[in-house]
């Protein structure tokens, strides 16, 4: 069927006509990405903020034109654009940040969705997509508690929205005004919640060692012994991906009578691996878990979740609507799903994550952590092989701080932004007490020791210069 220049006739994505309508348009988009992607040749696009700029205007203006192009300029041209100048985390040498490869499968189902456009914030608009999506939360979240009675899960744009849940829902359980304790090495985000939540600023304990210390906690704790107060612990921190001694951690809390609260963003998928799951013992018992499976788990980006033992937790979230949940549509049995989140209009990002489990399996999918996580350690290794280059700690899950042997803050900070703008690799920044490293987050399984090498080759090239 051919693309018409212009015009809505035949191009809605849904109904019966709308594959048929969708077909062509997919080859031009996976034309154009083949095409981008060849453009680009790298990680990422050479020149800089500016460069970047210039080659999107001259594509993209007029942006809105009198008369419009027609859906195959607009796609080719667009799409292509997008993609010349894209950081691909599908490049080996983009190890920037916690910004995974998607699986071409997620991927795939993504397009569903959006074609489909359901919105789960009322059974009538989403009738599959609510059920599909009640039955994997509970999955999900009966894999991070295991034995609890009813575990359930909300599905969120990611880490910072499930840990605002998580703030949130523990100010409401709180018999009184509630004290956030966390490490310097929490996110961002548990700061942010408190500020919008309008919560005194978290009390926030040093980690000089990267880890929230026990000790430090129960002293804390010991000093406000009636204040009610949600400990919040990191598995997975986004600088180095340390884990939090859980376990040590649950213990204060219980002692305390204190909720606990794990940001498992990163490192919660460590519990599809059979030989990475310990790193994260002691997470079943958090009142709330943070997980983030546009992380490490290969979806396209938004896979957000918040999980709890016992669903009641989520009963604060409860809101009434008379045209989205009147209480007689209740009544007679029609879900109610507008407890199920803060925002109304809500996509079905289930439908990746289910396909995807479905697909690959718990095996499958701990298969590509053990991967990652051994390709990390293999880039340790050729670290600690080079006299020139200085490694900051092994690995805990597949993050790798490293710099040059000796090198300043100045310098690491240029050898970044150098390979940045030549498009070289795209290597991430952390600051330890030690000073700034280059960070090396590896999510790519299908990285090769090959590619390794270049890598620390061009570190070590720009260092030359």
């Not at 060849?38 to 594509?59: E, I």
């Not at 979806?299 to 979230?317: E, I, M, R, S």
């Not at 020139?388 to 597949?398: C, D, K, M, N, V």
Request: negative net charge.
């Amino acid at each position: 069927m051919p693309v018409p220049a212009s015009g809505t006739a035949h191009l809605l994505a849904g109904g019966t006509d709308g594959p048929r309508a969708l077909r062509p348009m997919l080859d031009i988009v996976l034309d154009a990405l083949a095409t981008g992607a060849t453009d680009r040749a790298g990680p990422l696009p050479p020149g800089g903020p500016g460069a970047v700029s210039r080659r999107v205007r001259a594509a993209a203006e007029p942006v809105l034109p009198t008369t419009g192009t027609g859906a195959r300029d607009a796609l080719h041209t667009l799409v292509r654009t997008l993609t010349a100048g894209a950081a691909d985390p599908a490049e080996p040498h983009c190890t920037a940040h916690l910004h995974c490869p998607p699986l071409a499968v997620a991927t795939a189902a993504d397009l569903a969705a959006s074609a489909l456009n359901p919105s789960l914030d009322s059974w009538d608009q989403a009738p599959a997509a609510a059920e599909l999506e009640a039955l994997t939360c509970r999955a999900l979240a009966a894999l991070v508690h295991p034995g609890a009675a009813d575990p359930d899960a909300l599905v969120t744009t990611g880490g910072t929205e499930s840990n605002q849940l998580a703030v949130l829902l523990a100010r409401e359980a709180a018999a009184g005004p509630l004290h956030i304790v966390c490490g310097a090495n929490a996110h961002h985000s548990i700061h942010r919640a408190a500020w919008l939540l309008g919560l005194p600023a978290p009390l926030t304990l040093p980690t000089p060692a990267g880890l929230l210390d026990p000790h430090r906690l129960h002293t804390a704790l010991s000093a406000t012994p009636d204040t009610p107060t949600l400990v919040v612990a990191t598995a997975g921190t986004t600088d180095t991906g340390a884990i939090d001694p859980l376990p040590e951690l649950a213990d204060i809390c219980a002692a305390h009578a204190t909720d606990l609260h794990v940001d498992a963003s990163y490192g919660g998928p460590l519990l599809f691996s059979d030989t990475h799951r310990t790193r994260v013992a002691g997470l079943d018992r958090a009142r709330t878990v943070t997980l983030d499976l546009h992380k490490l788990g290969w979806q396209p980006v938004a896979a957000g979740l918040l999980t709890v033992p016992d669903t009641t937790q989520l009963a604060p979230l409860a809101h009434q609507a008379d045209y989205l949940n009147a209480d007689d549509d209740t009544d007679a049995g029609y879900p109610d799903l507008l407890g199920r989140s803060l925002r109304t209009t809500r996509r079905p990002d289930i439908l990746k994550i289910a396909v995807t489990l479905r697909a690959l399996g718990r095996t499958g999918l701990g298969a590509l952590v053990d991967q990652v996580c051994a390709t990390a350690h293999h880039l340790a290794d050729l670290i600690e092989a080079r006299p020139g280059l200085e490694l900051q700690a092994r690995p805990t899950i597949s993050t790798v701080l490293f710099r040059p042997t000796g090198a300043d803050d100045t310098t690491v900070a240029d050898i970044r932004r150098t390979l940045l703008h030549h498009g070289h690799a795209v290597l991430g920044r952390a600051t330890t007490s030690e000073g700034l490293w280059l960070k090396a987050t590896l999510l790519n399984p299908h990285t090769r020791p090959g590619d390794l090498h270049t890598l620390l080759d061009l570190v070590e090239g720009s260092t030359a210069r």
